[in-house]
């Protein structure tokens, strides 16, 4: 049985909008929501901002132009042509006719994490590092208590709405509302670069032989080499490993993650060590927790579908377009499962998909907005996870000052602010 105790939480300050993470999408619902006037903390559990692009060493947003048209704006594309300015991006040159991945930014992981913070406080957010969301309710009087434990223990805030950019949906759980997974989570990756080989000297019939061998001898699971064999990541000069995904919403998952990422990564590099030409061969770096591809999915007000992502439908609430192919990484052998989009199409996602069913205070941005499987693949890329973001945020700021409900955001007024912040909005007169 349950033990329970009693404590009383003060609540230490209070702000219009508080954004739960501060990765991919909370980044840009914290300045999005500054840069509407909104006081706003950013609650972040790591040391450092950026998420799965920093954290998680997936550091090439992607995908920021369709076909040849820019679509994705605002303050997310100022920071890649601030950081291309500096040296630490290359721009894509819109051409369309390069295979998808091809037209991602490669960003380098330290100006991004960098510029992330400085982005951020000259917009007025206040950061909080190192912090986790504790426990949430809804405020007698409107809007949201969220618990916060610090280093320094437990605390509570007060805040007007709320932005969920946890990737798992963490606060809109806290708060009861409802979370689906896909049956078959796709795998995650330890990210991580190799050096100290030649690839020239080393033979792949003996790769072969001594991965056969090892996992006949259960060293290592079939399934980690669901994506490439080991002579193709050290042909890419790194791991491409598939890790079976239970769930991360809770810390004992990601615990687990964590350690079945870096104990698959360790018994590879022993394993290459065997091979000719690879004795020196070392991890030149890696990421500090696992890339997540797939957690929860909060069930939204509105659900993105195949159908329509493939149709380029234009929802009636569309507040945001993302641009990537189907995308789903399979443990079975399968490699990846890729739809591309017809020439021309572009999706479209819903504000209806940002706000949990019967929410009141709270929006949800990145990759656990409300979309089935296959949908999910493609909208939970790094360029659409920044643009929910942005909407997220100017909603929220909107909700707060207006002292009402997320889902009563006039669409109109969002459509006006959203452009005011330089994002680009769905044309609503493309043929469905
Ligand atoms: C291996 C891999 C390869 C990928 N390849 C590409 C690619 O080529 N191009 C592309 O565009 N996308 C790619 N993606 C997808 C993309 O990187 C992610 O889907 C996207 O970054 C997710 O953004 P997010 O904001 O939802 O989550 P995240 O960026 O993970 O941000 C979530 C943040 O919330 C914080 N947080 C979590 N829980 C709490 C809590 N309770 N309290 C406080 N903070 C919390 C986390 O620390 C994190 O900073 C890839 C993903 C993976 C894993």
Redesign the pocket.
Known sequence: METQIKKTVGIRGEYDVLV???????VFAAVAAARAGARTLL????GL????????Y?N????FNFWDKQLITGPCWELMEELAAEGGAVLPDNDYTKKH?RQ?IRVDGFQLAATLDRVCVLNGVDILLH????FAEEAPGGGLIVG?TGKEGLYALRARAAVD????A??AGMLGYERVRSKVLQP??L?NRLEGYRIEDVDKDEVERVFETAIEAGELEREVFSWKSPYEMLLARRVNMHIPCPGTEDSGSKTAMELEGRRILYTILKLFRQIRGCGNIRVKVYAA??????SCRIVGEKTMTADKYLSGYVYDDAVSYCF?PIDLHKLDGGGVYIVYLEKGVMPTIPYGALIPRGSRYLLV????VSSDTETNSAV???????SM?QVAGTAAALAAREKTCVGQVDYHRLIQALEALGATVPEKNIAQ
Request: glycine share 20%; charged share 15%.
């Open positions: 739960a993470g501060g990765g991919t999408a909370g609650v972040e559990k790591n901002l950026g998420g799965t692009m920093t954290a998680g997936v090439f947003p992607g995908i991945f991602q912090s986790m969301i504790s916060v950019a946890t990737g798992d963490n606060l995650a990756t990210e927790e696992c890339g997540i591809r797939e990537y941005a990145g990759r656990t939970r890329v790094q360029a659409a996870c920044m973001g």
